[in-house]
Each structure stands twice: as C-alpha cells, then as structure tokens.
C-alpha cells in the first residue's frame, strides 16, 4: 500500500496484485544486485522497489515527490492505529529488501535509480524498525478508538504481513495425539499454506536456506529466531473464481446453489460426488489438465511471463464440465505447491505436514485434493480465520499476556482436524503431475517457437 500526501485520496493505493511494474521489475532483476539472493534470485513484479519506481517514473509530480509516506498494508493500519511510523520487520524484510542484520543497502536504492531514499534516510520508507509483536507508541490513539469502538490507549503490536499472521496463527500449534509425523519433530517440518486470493507456502528453517525461485531467507520476519522461506501463487481463490464464474453454466449453477441455499462450491462439490460413480473423485480429470499461471509463476518458477492453459476441453458446457473444469483447476494449484515443496526440499527444506488457513481451506475438496496430491497430511485449525489468530498473539504479546510470541503460538493456536492423504490414489496424481510439468515445458516451447525467425 502506497499512501501519497496530496493528489487524489481515493487513488493512491497500489493493490498487492497489481503487475503494473514489468518494465521496472525486469531492469531491477538486470542489476543482479546480492539483495536480490534473498529473493529467489527474481524480484516479484509484485514486491514493492518495482512498484515505487513505477511511482518514479510515471507519478513523479502528483506522487513521488508530494508522498509523505509509503507503506505497506500492515504498517499503514499499525500508523492509523497509532500514530507511529515505524515500520514492522516483517514487512520491510519480506517486501523491500530491508536486512534483518545489516539495514537497508544504499547502493541498491542507488542502483536502481531511487537515490532519494538513501538522501533523505530513508524517513518516507522507514528508518524505525521493530520486531513483530513489539508494542507500538502509546497505543490506539484517542481518534482511532474512537473510530474503532474501543478503549484509547488498547496495546497495539508492530505488525506481520497477513500471510505471515496466519502463518504464525497456525504454525505453531500443539499436534500430540493425532498420530502425525511432526510430532515430536521440530517444528521446521512443518509448511503452513495461506490460501486465499493467492496463496503463501511459509517454510521456517534455523539456519538459511536459499531456494531457487522462493523467497527468502529472510531472518525473524515470521517466527522470531527462525529463518523463513515464502514460496507462493499469486491467483489461487481468484483464479478459481474465474474459472467457475466465467464459465456458461454458471448462471444455472449459480441458482441451483441459492434454491438450496448453498455456496456455489458447495454445490459443486456435491455435484462432483454425484457424478464421479465409484471412482474417486479426484479421476474425474484423467483427461482435463490445467496450468494454473493465469497471472504469472511467483514459485518456483519466478517467471511472469507465463499464462494459464487448459487442455481437454469439449464442445459442450453444461454443469458437469463445469464441475470437472472447476476440479481441474483445484488440482492445478495443489500441484503447484507440490512444485514450490519440492524445491523448497531439494534446496535443504524437510517438511512432512501442511498447515492449512484462509478462505481455501473452508473448501474440503481443496484441502483434499492438497493431501493427495503432495501425500501429506494437512491440519486444519480450530479456529477458521487463522491470520485473526496471528493478529491476536501480536497484541497478546504488545499487552504483555505473554513473554514471546513462542509461547504466545503454542498457547492460542489448536488444531481443529486432520486430513489425511488417500495414499491408494497416488499413482494417478503422479502420472498427472506428470502431465502438468509437461504442460509448461510445452508452454515455453511455444513461446520459443513465436520468438524464433
Ligand atoms: N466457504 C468457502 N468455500 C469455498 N471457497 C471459499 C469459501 N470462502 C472463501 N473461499 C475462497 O477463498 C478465496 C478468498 O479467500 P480469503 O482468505 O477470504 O481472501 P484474501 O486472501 O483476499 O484475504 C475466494 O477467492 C474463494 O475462492
Ligand atoms: O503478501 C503476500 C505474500 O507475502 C500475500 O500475497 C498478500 O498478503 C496478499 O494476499 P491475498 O492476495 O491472498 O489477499
């Protein structure tokens, strides 16, 4: 989030998934500057140096040079909330290039043509950092309480990145007794997967770990003392939504599911059972393949160039193939994080069991099709809305309820279910699997051959 001092109030936010930036994006990745190893090696378009340089560039008089602040999501709420411009360590370390151990790189903002933050200190983009969880100034002032409905003075905490509160809402959580394999294991082996509009795949390690097109390591940004790795999709929940609402039987889905006063993908999912006969559901697709880059690769792949592709389509577009469409695409993301997993493996990661949060994983079908298809066990929470969990042990820990955010995850995270992988149906999921890295080798062939003479 980006907020200007002047020019048009209702217009000075840049969305997380906004793309506008290529052109900035390519020429910052051209640096090959050493802050890019903390990247995967590839900035994000998505990431903020692109977008700000993007502001630069095209916004330089009514933006870029009236801007009190920049900010990050989080950071603008824990400002509005306290009037305190400092900056989480979360989100400078994760999106800006900050350094948990050596600050911020002058010759990296020199480099890439933004030398006004190195001049002034970096005051507009932060020069304050704190730890997630820190407590914030004198807490919620009396204007913001006021707006909020609650006491002034409540404790406010330095914030996370809302992937990263419901990897900490999650990752946390006391697992004896439901037989799984991070029992007693440390709890680097285990990946907490945010699913929502796009999806965040958080791996914690104790010493660094540099994965190819994966994020990180970026030291303390989630849990505290542990390195993180962040791998991701940048349209999951979105994509599905495209795919199901663009789709020429929707309207007939669509009121099929209010008569009987159901979400469309609840529908769908019963749907599906009905019309899978004896098979499991999953077999339904044996001819219907996805790749699910609508919006470009964040993990592993780091290419923004590339796009979605379906193959196995049919004349005919009634409920079924929509159903089958729809699954398709819900396999297409989980076997794109067991992609993200096994690079994230290959490069030192060992992670045995998926914590599972965000709107997604209200989807059994999707937190299914993520077991069978990575042949892990995925753990559901207790409570639903896990970032909420993440926010609430930051501001137990800036109320002083507890002494560290450790103690403060393993006390207010539980486990709600388990779901465990049907490990008879593996062999289908690896000869799709196999089909689904073919179809981006195709996809790279095709632009190859464009490119060609
Ligand atoms: N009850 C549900 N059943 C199936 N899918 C759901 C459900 N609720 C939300 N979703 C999916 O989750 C996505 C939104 O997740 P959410 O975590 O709310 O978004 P955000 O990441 O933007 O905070 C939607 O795009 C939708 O596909
Ligand atoms: O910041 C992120 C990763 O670090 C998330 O992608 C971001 O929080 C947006 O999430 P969503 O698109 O699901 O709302």
Redesign the pocket.
């Known amino acids: 989030m980006l907020c200007c001092h002047k020019g048009d109030p209702h217009r000075n936010i840049i969305m997380?998934?906004d793309h506008r930036a290529v052109s900035q994006v390519h020429r910052i990745n051209e640096t090959k500057h050493s802050v890019l190893q903390c990247v995967g090696g590839v900035m994000s378009v998505?990431m903020q140096a692109p977008k700000l340089l993007w502001l630069k560039e095209n916004m330089r008089e009514t933006c870029w040079d009236k801007a009190g602040h920049f900010f990050d999501l989080p950071d603008f709420l824990s400002w509005k909330a306290t009037g305190v411009s400092a900056r989480s360590l979360c989100s400078l370390v994760?999106?800006w290039t900050y350094s948990a151990e050596k600050g911020w790189d002058d010759s990296f903002w020199k480099m890439i043509g933004l030398e006004d933050f190195v001049a002034d200190n970096y005051s507009k983009i932060g020069n304050q950092v704190l730890p997630p969880g820190a407590s914030l100034g004198h807490g919620l002032t009396p204007e913001a309480a006021k707006d909020l409905g609650l006491p002034a003075g409540i404790a406010v905490a330095a914030s996370l990145?809302?992937?990263?509160a419901g990897g900490l809402g999650v990752i946390g959580a006391d697992v004896r007794g439901y037989g799984l394999a991070c029992e007693g294991q440390p709890v680097t082996s285990r990946l907490a997967v945010?699913c929502?509009?796009?999806?965040?795949h958080m791996g914690i390690s104790k010493d660094p770990i540099f994965v190819p097109g994966v994020?990180g390591p970026y030291f303390s940004a989630m849990v505290p003392g542990f390195w993180l790795n962040?791998g991701?999709q940048s349209v999951?929940?979105?994509l599905i939504d495209h795919m199901v609402q663009g789709h020429a039987a929707f309207p007939e889905l669509q009121a099929k599911a209010t008569a009987r006063c159901q979400s469309v993908y609840a529908y769908l999912n019963s749907h599906l059972d009905l019309i899978k006969k004896a098979r499991p559901v999953g077999f339904l697709t044996v001819d219907l393949h996805v790749w699910p880059d609508f919006h470009g690769n964040r993990s592993p792949l780091a290419d923004l160039t590339l796009k979605g592709m379906v193959t196995g389509l049919k004349l005919s577009q009634d409920l079924d193939d929509l159903a089958i469409l729809y699954l398709a695409t819900v396999q297409a993301i989980a076997f794109g994080t067991r992609l993200i997993i096994e690079a994230m493996e290959a490069a030192g990661h060992s992670i045995s069991t998926l914590f599972l949060c965000?709107g997604l994983s209200k989807n059994p079908l999707f937190v299914q099709m993520h077991a069978d298809i990575t042949g892990m066990p995925v753990v559901l929470s207790q409570e639903v809305e896990s970032v909420l969990v993440g926010a609430a042990i930051l501001g137990a820990c800036a109320s002083g309820d507890f002494a560290s955010v450790q103690e403060a995850m393993a006390r207010m995270s539980k486990v709600g279910k388990v779901v465990l992988p049907r490990l008879e149906d593996k062999r289908y999921y690896d000869k799709k699997y196999q089909v689904f890295l073919k179809l981006v080798e195709h996809q790279k062939e095709y632009a190859a051959i464009m490119k060609g003479d």
């Open positions: 997380w998934l998505e994760c999106k990145i809302d992937a990263h945010i929502g509009t796009s999806s965040c994020w962040e991701g999951t929940g979105k965000g």
